[in-house]
């Protein structure tokens, strides 16, 4: 049915953590594009037993197998020969490959050593994929009824070859579906909660949509698959499911896709021409941080006081010593008072505050560590949360700034 | 001979390529750690016969088998039934699991679903891992001489199980040699020019003790790698060498390990009783945030003044209209008299100021995107640095902070 595909990363430091695979996650998005099924990601050591029996697998398994690593010049390289022991072929002395080395290392005014001249040597059986960016030539081999595309493992190099060669001959070798994806961003509900909600849709979704759940941080994305011939058709049909799913959840959806909260109260900023600033205890410039990490935000966002003591709380915010006495600096009126203060000071029309116990320390009975109050301040008056979180201050700061994010998106939205 | 250990990642969203498999990185790290040998990772598909298959597979070829994800409540999580399915069990009512989560929604005032409830229900044959961060607990299974450890997807929920179970509970079962291992963090120095420095130590560094270097987003770190049999002799040996390493490259070594730029600035003024603030334009917020996530950073951190608008960089900074206008808001003066500013306003000891272009747009020829210049006052005079950086918003805003702190450090050493 699909077209399936495996990803073989070979290398040590891959698997002792010391690198992280950009690679595997890079091809893995390539070939969902063009309609190819990725089954199975494998990292594998530099060793050849392991690469052999790994191919095997591999061979029984999918249609396509792309290895990146292993091609390098020294000595611990092992994927070459592996490949030609593999087909039970010889390696021999390919022109091209010899060729473009030579003008290669010309241009860089090296010498060309016996190891490097080692690289233009290719199984017999392969067809060479000139590799522009790098002295490592990428293999296309098509045996057993599989193709198997051996690239080197550096980023830049994979990703010329995978773009100019591996992609193209993909595309004319097999017959390929067109695959779209759209994500539905919610926030504002947990998983479980937002699922027993939209049970009858997900129930009724056609066959050829399938759901899938994709939880992070304080958000629930919902993303949506489906196969076809017609990308047109296809977007139409799933648009056309999430107009269904707003009935049950549209006060939850902020976005679609690569949006994120941040962008979305942006984005209600921008139409609106309407500007937000904001008054930081325990996030501590996370906020600020995320706001401004959208371009562009220098048209809505005007700027922050960040009040780590309770004086600059009382100077640059105006909250009032009888606050801060009566209620302490962790409370719903302190919370309250920075965000009208930040409000007048910065003049914007909406300002959001933040305090609370971030930890690991300060916290104590009535306030345990991941006690938070946020504010929203707006035109027409001040609305507060309360929030309980974790333990753990990395958690509370992330949490509280992205919560504070929500808050002021589902005000906005219900105000409108 | 080496105790071994695959680590399976569950999920289509990482198949995809739609999110990144941080887990099977920092699994890796921390197994690396204590003298496991990760010999394969794999990432497969959140369907029945591929779990199968798969666990199958890693129980002939390791030791050790960890598991990230699929064990959400809803429908499409299958890590646990497959589990059941693998060892031939049911599964039942594991009532410390329900009594966590009972308590988890009471405290989020929830109610608790009957697919919450669900979570509950744990395979017969399993040792009940408890999760303090989320609702799925993790799973410990001792079968046919192999462990096989099953952790939610969530990263802070993997490490919180890693950490506080998974480690020492595969300490205590198997026979594990000593690795050392010590992080020398450096910064304000590539890894070239690093390795050019400290060569003639590298070259003598003794048999036994190996050399890695990590490089990441605008610093260095050296990783020495030592294994036998008595921890306190290794660590010896180990600082022995960084005693030989300083007499290279002190002046680039502001910490081990865990340590962070802003860990180490925050050292320094905690010695010394003194204070910080900030004034940031282009990093948005993110420099206050890198100070504030240090626990105890209150002690030393009094607050900051955002200004995205020129106003505010008069109003609430106090630089000079003709400043603004003879030199722009990204200028030498500017950044100068922003970190005065708030030197003054907060008072305390130093402040650290940003001003740039973070991008991707208003860039000009004159000054590009990625242009950004930095200034430290301090109680004698104001120190200024200008960065050339990228194209990349996100890059840009992090590359400034982390210098913006590597200069602070650098000035506070000198001086000292």
Redesign the interface.
């Known amino acids: 049915m699909h077209t399936t595909a495996h990803i073989i990363s070979i290398g040590d430091e ?5 690198i ?3 690679n ?9 594009a063009i309609g190819i099924k ?8 530099d060793v050849k037993e ?1 690469i052999l029996n790994t191919l095997k ?1 591999c061979e029984e398994r999918a249609d396509i197998i792309l290895i990146t690593g292993g091609l390098g010049p020294t000595e611990d390289d092992l994927t070459k020969p592996c490949l030609a022991e593999y087909f039970d072929v010889d390696t021999k002395l390919n022109k091209e490959a010899l060729t473009h080395l030579t003008t290669l290392f010309k241009r860089f005014k090296f010498e060309l050593t016996p190891a490097n001249k080692q690289q233009a040597y290719l199984p017999t059986n392969c067809t060479m994929l000139k590799n522009e960016l790098g002295t490592a030539p990428g293999m296309w081999f098509f045996e057993n009824n599989t193709v198997f595309v051996s690239m080197p493992g550096v980023p830049f190099e994979m990703k010329g070859l995978m773009a100019n060669k591996v992609i193209p001959k993909l595309k004319e070798q097999f017959d390929l579906p067109i695959i779209y ?1 759209k ?1 539905i961003k919610t926030i504002g509900i ?4 937002l ?2 909600k939209i049970k009858p849709w997900a129930d009724m979704l056609p066959a050829n949509i399938s ?6 941080l304080r958000e629930v994305k919902l ?1 949506l698959t489906t196969t076809g011939t017609t990308k047109e058709l296809l977007i139409k049909e799933v648009n056309k499911q999430i107009e269904l799913l707003k009935t049950y959840a549209s006060q939850y959806i902020y976005g679609y896709n690569t949006d994120t909260i941040q962008s979305a109260v942006g984005d209600l900023l921008n139409v609106k021409n309407e500007t937000i600033s ?1 008054a ?1 205890s325990c ?7 995320l ?3 959208i ?4 048209a809505y ?9 309770n ?2 709380k009382k100077e ?1 915010l105006g909250v009032s010593p009888n606050t801060l006495k009566l209620y302490g600096p962790v409370s719903e009126q302190t919370a309250k008072e920075m965000a009208e203060g930040v409000r007048e ?2 003049d914007t029309t909406y300002a959001l505050a933040t305090t609370g116990i ?4 300060g916290g104590s009975k009535e306030q345990p560590v991941g006690t938070v109050w946020i504010a929203l301040a707006t035109p027409t008056g001040t609305h507060t949360k309360l929030l ?1 979180l ?1 333990k ?4 509370n ?1 992330e949490a509280s700034s992205k919560s504070a994010l929500a808050f002021a998106w589902q005000t906005f939205v219900q105000s409108s």
């Open positions: 891959i698997l002792y953590g010391q992280a695979d950009t595997a996650q890079w091809i893995s998005q390539e070939l969902d990725v089954t199975q990601r494998l990292t594998i050591s392991e697998y994806h994500v947990g998983e479980s909660w699922a027993d759901l899938a759940y994709l939880p992070s993303r904001t930081e996030t501590g410039g996370h906020l600020a941080h706001i401004t990490s371009p562009g935000s220098s966002f005007k700027g922050s006081i960040i009040s780590y003591t004086q600059i640059q000071k910065f971030a930890g690991p320390e309980s974790t753990h201050r990395m958690l700061i």
